[in-house]
């Protein structure tokens, strides 16, 4: 054999075995999961999502892939600079993007609490860059999806949240702008600050230190016009360690609405209850 056929021969086979010099073997999703994981963790939320999307494309139908996808691409579209150019249809197609990996997340395991959690969770962030017909017609879907998440899993803290936050959003829909609503929306979802408060509150109790459901609970309560809970609930936001990326952001949230419910208990406008 010549000198050129055995070099030929032998690149040949180094291909065939992926060792062929610039190639790198493809990492599994179980692999790019994992990188995910750690990324997650050390609140680097777009090497998270480069690695889940990864993942994705490595095993298409792999249920965790997505749901975890889907969740990176919320809060990607959370965080997003609001001040650059465009960010507005950036944060729109990520969080329509969340929405379609956490339906198919749903399909891969309609058995499971997290697909139908970030599904509701992506959806409502989309919802709000729509028009409010859109949002009133999303708004039961939202609901359902959360009440499937709570369903599959009572310890699921994130879905009693979202209930307890969709239950004020509804709430804070007055009587005029129901009646109104629901002649050109074709109806509005009912709900209450009672059932918000519940709810939020069984999130705190399955998870005292997460900052967010502090932050919502003590907006329930100013709703309620119970500033004293609200001031001891935004508190508690600052106290406690940031434990996620979204974390200060909502510290910064719970600084402003501290400042707001102590001037009402100041000024004593309305009895603190």
Not at 80 to 94: F, H, M, S, V
Request: with cysteine; net charge neutral.
């Amino acid at each position: 054999m010549n000198k050129r056929l055995c070099v030929f021969s032998l690149v040949s086979a180094l291909a065939v075995f992926g060792l062929a010099a610039g190639t790198v073997p493809a990492q599994s999703a179980d692999e790019l999961l994992k990188q995910g994981d750690e990324s997650y963790s050390q609140k680097d939320d777009a090497k998270a999502l480069e690695a889940y999307l990864a993942a994705v494309k490595a095993e298409p139908g792999r249920y965790e892939a997505l749901w975890k996808a889907s969740r990176s691409l919320v809060d990607n579209g959370d965080l997003i600079d609001t001040k650059a150019k465009g960010w507005e249809d950036r944060q729109k197609k990520l969080y329509q993007d969340a929405a379609e990996h956490a339906r198919k997340a749903v399909a891969a395991n309609p058995n499971d609490t997290w697909g139908h959690h970030h599904l509701s969770a992506a959806l409502g962030k989309y919802a709000l860059t729509l028009g409010k017909k859109d949002q009133v017609r999303m708004s039961k879907e939202i609901k359902a999806e959360i009440d499937k998440a709570i369903e599959l899993d009572g310890t699921n803290d994130l879905a009693y949240h979202a209930l307890g936050r969709w239950h004020r959003k509804m709430a804070e829909i007055g009587g005029a702008s129901r009646f109104f609503g629901g002649i050109l929306f074709g109806g509005i979802p009912k709900g209450s600050f009672a059932d918000s408060e519940t709810y939020l509150k069984k999130a705190v109790e399955l998870r005292p230190d997460y900052v967010n459901h502090h932050l919502e609970l003590g907006r329930t309560y100013a709703a309620l016009e119970r500033y004293k809970d609200a001031v001891e609930e935004f508190q508690k936001c600052l106290d406690l360690p940031a434990a996620t990326s979204k974390d200060p952001g909502y510290m910064k949230e719970a600084e402003a609405e501290l400042a707001k419910a102590k001037k009402e208990l100041k000024e004593g406008l309305i009895p603190s209850a």
